[in-house]
């Protein structure tokens, strides 16, 4: 068990390393997962594992009669494991990309002398078309009767298991090209929306109508996060179109205002919580509960439940309620409903189909996704198309930070937005007065 804590220390400390050395200070997809995996699955994993978590019913329920010392090891492996080959990955993308990421590093040279070749452009076919998008969804959002249930959500005085009994029932729709359209592409296409009308000093009417829509999607579900990392995709977005490097200031803003929307829809949800009560819920939130799902992963797989041998990858091609997700299955074991899910982030999920295998090679090939997004993103420099793909992306972090990696290229946007981008951005100009043979300047993927 010390030989595991200290591995998994060590592992960190390379990665704090590795992100400043390798990511530098400029806001990009790699330096969101991999932050976020060292924050989460850093330090407040070893404060679960031996502090917050023993005691506790999921915990002691999940480990039952199994060795916990063995147990608490194999998971600090498998972090320790997991952000390695994350970070091997992300260099393998860095070097079969690296004629791309040069012409980027060169590219950034050319911002202050041909900044407006560097702005969104929208048509007027591509304005009809998110207009038509922007009433298809608002016409879904009626049609479910989003508003409604909305509002009953938030009025609704019950215990939290009966919001969340609210919430399984009610949340949602069942269109599989709306929530795809929700979750990932339209607030991309909001942030391309705004920086255009911005840009032309415009009102930004358009951006807007697709905002509405978005939102109430988003509140439709009924769950407390996916509104919240939508506005947050949009403060990420200002942060990014100062185009400067990550500060200390901008680092404390992006902390506030996650904090701070998070607490604002805890209140109205679960209004009796003074702000002590509040802030421990925030914190078991954020920390505590992805950790805790890690846990019951590893400790019902392959103990009580086979690894699915990559089963869960293509349920959607089973019929409905053919297949039970693996999230339900670890649920239904150690909570004993199947009202309750257990979300992880995407190496639990890994490990529950393929083991070892499927944990090494998610990994792996996770690294290298958010590597590549980020060197197509900056391919141009630092664009407002860069920016829009990064804090779109963003969105798709979190997904693989709570399910599966496939979930967060699909549904996240991870492989969606990227070729969103390529097939609806054109190349910025090259001033006359550009010379491609500068000294390199700071961008991810140096």
Request: hydrophobic share 55%; glycine share 8%; proline share 4%.
């Amino acid at each position: 068990m010390i030989v595991a804590s200290v591995v998994h220390a060590a592992v960190l400390v390379v990665v704090a390393w590795w992100i400043a050395a390798r990511l530098g200070g400029r806001i990009s997809t790699s330096l969101l997962l991999f932050g976020a995996m060292w924050l989460i699955h850093g330090l407040p994993l070893q404060v679960y594992l031996h502090r917050t978590g023993p005691d506790t019913l999921i915990f002691e329920e999940a480990i039952g009669g199994l060795p916990r010392d063995e147990l608490r090891s194999l998971i600090l492996y498998a972090v320790a494991a997991a952000l390695t080959l994350m970070m091997a990955g992300s260099e393998v993308a860095r070097l079969a990309l690296s004629k791309m990421a040069v012409r980027g590093k060169r590219a950034l040279l050319r911002q202050g002398s041909d900044i407006v070749a560097h702005r969104v452009r929208l048509g007027v076919g591509a304005r009809a078309i998110l207009w038509m998008l922007a009433a298809g969804m608002l016409v879904v959002s009626l049609a479910e009767g989003q508003l409604g249930k909305v509002v009953e959500y938030f009025a609704f005085s019950e215990s939290e298991l009966a919001r969340i009994l609210l919430r399984t029932e009610g949340g949602g729709t069942p269109y599989y090209a709306y929530n795809l359209i929700l979750y990932s592409v339209a607030p991309y296409l909001v942030m391309l929306a705004w920086c255009a009308d911005h840009d032309r000093q415009r009102l930004p009417v358009l951006a807007g109508a697709l905002f509405v829509a978005v939102m109430l999607g988003k509140f439709g579900t009924l769950s407390k996060a996916p509104p919240v990392i939508f506005l947050l995709q949009l403060v990420l977005l200002r942060v990014m179109l100062r185009r400067t490097p990550l500060q200390l200031r901008s680092a404390m803003l992006l902390l506030i205002a996650s904090t701070g929307l998070f607490a604002v829809i805890v209140s109205l949800t679960i209004p009796d919580l003074d702000l002590r009560g509040l802030a421990a819920f925030l914190y078991y939130r954020v920390f505590d509960i992805p950790n805790e799902s890690l846990l019951e992963y590893f400790a019902a797989i392959p103990a009580s439940i086979p690894h699915g041998g990559g089963a869960g990858i293509f349920s959607f091609l089973r019929p409905d309620g053919e297949f039970l997700p693996m999230y339900s299955r670890v649920a239904e074991l150690h909570r004993g409903s199947l009202a309750s899910t257990s979300n992880a982030v995407f190496i639990a999920d890994a490990w529950a189909e393929f083991g070892w295998l499927g944990l090494l090679s998610f990994a792996f090939v996770a690294g290298a996704t958010v590597r590549a997004i980020d060197v197509l993103a900056f391919r141009d420099g630092d664009t407002d198309a860069s920016a829009c793909l990064i804090a779109g992306c963003s969105f798709g972090v979190f997904t693989a930070l709570s399910t599966a990696l496939p979930t967060a290229f699909l549904t996240g946007g991870l492989a969606i937005l990227p070729l969103l981008m390529m097939a609806t951005t054109r190349r910025p100009r090259i001033s006359a007065r550009t010379s491609l043979d500068a000294p390199s300047a700071l961008v991810p993927g140096r």
